[in-house]
């Protein structure tokens, strides 16, 4: 099984719940963890910028990551949301099972 952590930004707690929320009920993630309080600096549209985010990562499988993505993109407040999927080489086995077993093919 090729499983997958998505590291993923939201811009309010309630965003993120959202996301999360939709992701497990839907089966593209088995499970999400949401930590506040995380704070940005970035350039956006030739400016720095500072901001509160949450971090938002979701657990799930390689084939899942496409419609995960479209899934958050229609959900997120943001023109450019944070979507990034990165790839788990190794872990405690029955738990990548256990993410395998709760995403839907």
Request: one cysteine or more.
């Amino acid at each position: 099984m090729d499983i997958r952590l998505v590291y993923m930004t939201a811009g309010s707690l309630a965003e993120a719940r959202t996301i999360g929320r939709e992701l497990v009920e839907s089966g593209l993630a088995a499970c999400v963890n949401i930590l506040p309080g995380m704070q940005s600096i970035y350039r956006w549209d030739g400016k720095i910028e500072e901001g509160a985010e949450v971090v938002v990562i979701a657990k799930t499988t390689a084939s899942r990551v496409p419609a995960l993505t479209a899934k958050v993109k229609s959900l997120h407040s943001y023109d450019c949301p944070c979507v990034v999927s990165l790839k788990v080489e190794e872990g405690y086995q029955p738990f990548l099972d256990w993410i395998g077993a709760n995403v839907s093919p």
